[in-house]
């Protein structure tokens, strides 16, 4: 739901520098100059408002801080709520919170399965039920379909085993108490992810080792195939030309014969006329 900008004083730079990106982006602007009734109904448009999840920058505006200590800080503590909290803590603290309407609520609730999630990737229903006061488990399953369409989460809903499966979950706003907490975290996440790469490396650089034995074992091999064709081809060779050569002789040879055969008749011829 867009805040209705009737209803603040605002410069026309500001309205102008709306982000469709960052949806807080346009309420923190406009609380920069809300006062009195105008911000008490920023709030509310914005806890209402869709694809609104984080809340922290509004929270931190100055004139949305003084409302803690005064008769109004029951809005003060929802905004801080829908930051930080889940419905069972609206439900615990509901008299000093403001009434949420339908669209508050449900987006409440959507934040409270966000809240879940980050605990656990597989939330049982009998916990969400509690979570969220839902006494019906079709109810259930209608809330978490409609925060998927909403993008709010990614997962599916596991019928047989009775539990949520989170894939994904949107992030919400961060206590400043908390941000060693997530430093801490990201850091081992960071170390991890060093030490994979390191594993990673490794492997590849053993791989790469391999690669370049196999290389010049297959190029040893083929040059050791290459020599052999090469011997056989010329034993081949060799083998022909010996066998052309003994064929050769044996052409000559039988001249010789026939030559000393036929000189042989001649001097019986010559003998036989002396003799006459």
Request: hydrophobic share 35%; with cysteine.
């Amino acid at each position: 739901m867009a805040p209705e900008l009737s209803n603040f004083d605002y410069d026309s730079t500001v309205h102008q520098q709306y982000s469709a990106h960052n949806p807080i982006d346009q309420y923190v602007l406009l609380a920069k100059n809300a006062k009195g009734a105008a911000c008490l109904e920023l709030i509310k448009q914005v806890l209402e408002a869709q694809g609104v999840h984080v809340f922290g920058e509004l929270l931190a505006m100055p004139n949305i801080q003084e409302l803690q200590n005064g008769p109004n800080a029951g809005y003060y503590h929802t905004l801080n709520l829908f930051a930080y909290g889940t419905y069972r803590q609206y439900l615990e603290n509901e008299s000093k919170l403001i009434q949420l309407t339908p669209a508050m609520r449900r987006k409440l609730q959507h934040l409270t399965i966000v809240s879940l999630a980050i605990k656990g990737k597989c939330i049982p229903y009998s916990e969400l039920l509690d979570e969220l006061d839902i006494k019906n488990v079709r109810v259930l399953e209608d809330l978490i379909i409609e925060a998927i369409y909403a993008d709010v989460i990614h997962g599916k809903i596991d019928q047989k085993n009775k539990q949520l499966e989170v894939d994904y979950a949107i992030g919400r706003d961060i206590r400043k108490g908390n941000v060693t907490e997530v430093v801490s975290t990201l850091q081992e996440w960071s170390d991890s992810c060093e030490t994979i790469l390191s594993c990673l490396e490794t492997q590849i650089n053993r791989a790469n080792t391999e690669k370049q034995k196999r290389i010049k074992h297959k190029e040893v091999i083929e040059q050791e195939i290459a020599n052999l064709k090469k011997a056989i081809k010329t034993q081949a060779v060799e083998s022909d030309e010996a066998m052309a050569t003994d064929a050769c002789r044996e052409v000559v040879g039988g001249l010789d014969l026939r030559k000393k055969s036929t000189k042989s008749k001649s001097l019986k011829g010559c003998g036989k006329s002396s003799s006459k």
